[in-house]
């Protein structure tokens, strides 16, 4: 074995994800592991999705593997921490990426890992692995895109390594190396439908100041229309999947490209329902008549906030007019919209919140999920309140979620405006549906009163202190939804 590949997903040590049960295979580990496998690397994957630390550690403990490679994301920083002390345990040289390590590299490296890789992992770590074995973890200047120690002790970041090119060079990712069945088991079991992942491209080129592009960056490179159906008829005839995830970031952003894509489905008779994401600038008539075509049965749209002014902080190049039409679009022709709304960026007063009640009323989306706004490393956002930022949390027991922001309204105030906007909105709903579920009508007007006395109440809080959680802990984003239905 040249390499062992993990990440930090368990199922098993989650209860919130035990509740969902929407597991997807990490992407980007299996790229990696499908390419090192071209060019003849020995890989292996341990993918703890449906497995749990113990036996990580079992496995670890009896295989020695010599080089290990973790991903690791906001959300898997903590077992991914553990992973990698059990790794050291062994003897074994640690490498991570993923788009948590980078902007904390020395820390990671503080704490036992051995090298961090920034941006895509494919060539650095086809570079990376002989290097290893020939000179070890501290004489690496000539790899680009990693970050080390270096013989002195001394912190290390080669230059930048440039992006993939040809994406419909690469192979596929390594699905076969993972129990793909446990996925597909999973979904129809809590589900009814089984359902599979794939990206079309990667890069978002637009600059929303609180997103993080640490590892595909800030352009957008695409397989060809025929490199991406190619896939989908591989998939169907090896998993016959009843639907599809298309986890791009923007899967329209390229209108000719996606009607390409749609012609080149449809001449290999290819339809699976399938669910999205995109924006609504990206979206005009032929292209929502393409997603109808194909079966798309849910798109999500980054709405974020219904207030113009809130938009142009975040500079999401969106308006909120467009978001509205665009819904209502996508509805006439039979596709459920989901929107995702973030709550408490800086500036953000009552008014702001008041209009992205007015916005969610008028747009009407089927589903809509809520989070509060909390600062990446990295991200234009972080940059703009890090003389804000406050935690009384190690850096090991954190994450950038539970990262105060110094001067806004506090955890209480927008736990109360989130349920006050749920319930106004789906309220609204239920009246123009012309319900008659009176005791669910009053126990939304019950919550609605609640959450604005709750809001007045608290509205002279402040975030930063007295030792609270940052806001972007609190109530997950699903649960808001479920509690809202």
């Not at 080390?148 to 690469?170: H, M, W, Y």
């Not at 459920?336 to 408490?344: D, H, K, P, T, Y």
């Not at 706004?373 to 804000?388: C, H, L, S």
Request: aromatic fraction near 10%; charge should be neutral; glycine fraction near 8%.
């Amino acid at each position: 074995m040249d390499i062992l590949l993990s990440h930090g997903y368990f199922i098993a040590e989650d209860e919130h994800e035990q509740k969902i049960m929407k597991p997807y295979p990490t992407l980007g580990l299996l790229y990696i592991s499908s390419h090192l496998k071209a060019k003849g690397f020995a890989v292996e994957i341990f993918d703890s999705t449906f497995e749990s630390l113990a036996t990580f550690a079992t496995y670890i403990r009896r295989t020695r593997p010599g080089l290990v490679g973790l991903y690791c994301n906001l959300m898997t920083k903590q077992n991914v921490l553990r992973m990698m002390a059990l790794c050291k345990e062994v003897g074994a040289t640690v490498i991570l990426g993923g788009p948590e390590p980078p902007h904390y590299a020395e820390d990671y490296l503080e704490v036992g890992a051995d090298v961090v890789v920034i941006g895509e992992g494919e060539l650095t770590l086809e570079e990376l692995i002989p290097r290893l074995a020939k000179a070890g973890p501290h004489r690496l200047d000539s790899v680009l895109g990693l970050v080390f120690r270096n013989e002195a002790g001394d912190i290390v970041k080669t230059p930048a390594r440039p992006q993939l090119k040809d994406l419909s060079a690469q192979p596929w990712p390594d699905r076969e190396a993972i129990p793909m069945e446990r996925y597909l088991e999973t979904w129809k079991t809590h589900h009814g439908v089984s359902s599979v992942s794939l990206i079309t491209a990667r890069g978002c080129p637009y600059t929303c100041t609180w997103c993080s592009h640490s590892v595909f960056g800030e352009t957008h490179r695409r397989t060809t229309p025929q490199a991406m159906a190619d896939e989908v008829a591989w998939i169907a005839e090896r998993y016959n999947p009843d639907q599809l995830w298309y986890a791009d970031d923007v899967l329209t952003i390229h209108p000719r490209w996606f009607l390409q894509y749609a012609d080149e489905l449809k001449k290999r008779n290819l339809k699976f329902p399938f669910e999205c994401i995109s924006r609504a600038d990206r979206l005009n008539e032929k292209v929502i008549d393409a997603l109808a075509g194909m079966d798309c049965y849910r798109l999500w749209i980054g709405s974020e906030s219904g207030s113009q002014r809130i938009l142009n902080a975040m500079q999401r190049k969106a308006n909120v007019e467009d978001v509205q039409a665009k819904s209502q679009m996508l509805q006439a022709k039979g596709i459920q919209v989901g929107m995702f709304i973030m709550l408490g960026y800086q500036g953000e007063d009552v008014g702001d919140l008041e209009a992205t009640v007015d916005h969610l009323k008028k747009s009407n989306p089927d589903v809509f999920l809520t989070t509060v706004a909390y600062p990446i490393k990295g991200t234009k956002y972080y940059e703009a309140v890090e003389d804000r930022i406050v935690s009384h949390l190690d850096w090991a027991a954190r994450t950038d979620r539970d990262l105060n922001v110094a001067r806004r309204y506090s955890k209480r105030f927008y736990d109360h405006a989130t349920r006050w906007m749920v319930n106004e909105v789906n309220l609204n709903k239920l009246r123009r549906a012309g319900s008659k579920d009176y005791v669910r009508m009053s126990k939304m007007l019950t919550n609605i009163w609640r959450g604005r006395l709750g809001m007045r109440l608290t509205q002279h809080e402040r975030e930063g202190g007295n030792g609270q959680t940052g806001s972007g802990r609190g109530w997950p984003a699903k649960e808001r939804a479920a509690d809202a239905w």
